[in-house]
């Protein structure tokens, strides 16, 4: 019952509000009224910023994770594009695809004695010339992070700014990099490669053909990025000094 009074009352204020020049010229003036007299808030208190780490003010946190992101961009492109940096390297070496992957390791005698043309060297160092375009779409990335963004990132987990950069730059990584990827392995016959053996081998090879060949190098090269650059997030935020920038250590010693 008082429920219903109390509706009723809220009601009648709507209809006053309504009748009444000036008591509310619009809808939303209405609802708040409603919401005044049911006790309820129209809409939710914005969530407050995240704070920055004590001694640390939120310009000085923001220049200092920028700064440390754009190192370890750097160490990342430059390690993972240098001839090799895929090939030789067994936490990102890029293995033949589809069934071909389970033949990886009799793949690489094979290549090595000259019989599949250097079919997985050939993936590798496609891999390897296409990295060199995540570096400007890094540094973009970095430019335009707010201070928002920057601060839930200092003070987030271990992998913070990788999450980050995946979720907000990882498509556009893999477009960027794909026309250098196919050009590559076109240069290097690869395409070739797999299509001579896949039809010469085809119960081995199953559908995998040279078709898929590009996506499935740039979705690997990608993840090579981003598996780096999370390493390269856990080693400056284990040891900032390390780094040689008093910034950083400023910022990342004080969590």
Do not use: W
């Not at 006053?16 to 809409?43: E, I, N, R, W, Y």
């Not at 990584?173 to 070739?192: D, Y």
């Amino acid at each position: 019952m008082a429920m219903n009074t109390r509706f009723l009352l809220a009601a009648g204020g709507l209809a006053a509000c309504v009748a009444v020049p000036g008591a509310a010229q619009t809808a939303q003036d209405a609802g708040a009224l409603l919401g005044q007299l049911l006790g309820s808030p129209t809409s939710a208190a914005p969530s407050p910023t995240t704070p920055p780490p004590p001694g640390v003010t939120s310009g000085e946190a923001s220049s200092g994770l920028k700064l440390a992101l754009g190192k370890a961009a750097e160490r990342v492109v430059g390690q993972l594009g240098q001839p090799g940096g895929f090939a030789n390297d067994p936490k990102v070496r890029i293995g033949l695809p589809g069934a071909l992957g389970k033949l990886d390791g009799l793949f690489s005698m094979l290549d090595k004695a000259g019989v599949t043309d250097g079919l997985s060297g050939k993936l590798n160092a496609a891999a390897e010339g296409a990295v060199g375009k995540a570096l400007p779409l890094l540094k973009t990335a970095i430019t335009r992070m707010t201070v928002t963004d920057a601060l839930g990132i200092v003070t987030g987990g271990d992998t913070s700014a990788t999450d980050y950069f995946r979720r907000t730059m990882g498509p556009s990584l893999q477009t960027e990099m794909r026309p250098v990827v196919a050009h590559s392995l076109s240069n290097v016959k690869a395409f070739k490669a797999l299509d001579d053996f896949s039809a010469k081998n085809s119960l081995v090879a199953g559908q995998f053909g040279a078709k898929d060949l590009t996506g499935y190098v740039t979705q690997k090269a990608s993840d090579g990025v981003f598996l780096y650059l999370g390493e390269q997030e856990r080693a400056i935020r284990s040891n900032p000094l390390g780094t040689g920038s008093s910034l950083i250590a400023k910022i990342f010693g004080r969590k």
